[in-house]
């Protein structure tokens, strides 16, 4: 019982962390400093979660799905990381449009993933996916 909350606090805590991660990338990107801020949170990822943007970007997705689950993501936390490549994906759209592309293939592929383990589909899912999709075209 002890063991089974402690793994609770430590997956609630992953989603604060991500949270905060994302939300601090969004002030910065809305003060203008978008690599500053780009490379801040690559690094808080890397550090204090074990997220390598750039190994997350080059999984397959199989690969991916599992490298996932080894981090103890939920549905929740792979939201919100596709919610942030959304957001880098965006902001790189006119100057590095090739990996803009990738990053927002690379969320709408987090948030299969997301169905997959949930194995249910959400609306909230299916409208961030359609926005992504609207912004790839």
Known sequence: MEQRDRLKD???????????????????????????????????LESELDID???????PHKELTTYLQDRQLT???????????KELGKSE?????ENATLKLKKAMELLDIADEISKTISFDRMHKKNTIAALLN
Request: hydrophobic content about 40%; charged content about 20%; glycine content about 4%.
């Open 10 to 44: 430590e997956i609630e805590q992953l989603g604060k962390v991500l949270a905060k991660i994302l939300s601090d990338f969004l002030h910065l990107k809305s003060t203008g400093q978008i690599s500053q801020s780009i490379k801040i949170s690559n690094q808080q």
């Open 75 to 85: 549905t929740d936390h792979i939201e919100t990381l596709a919610e942030y490549l």
């Open 93 to 97: 759209m006119d100057t590095h449009k």
């Open 53 to 59: 943007i750039h190994q997350l970007l080059a999984l």
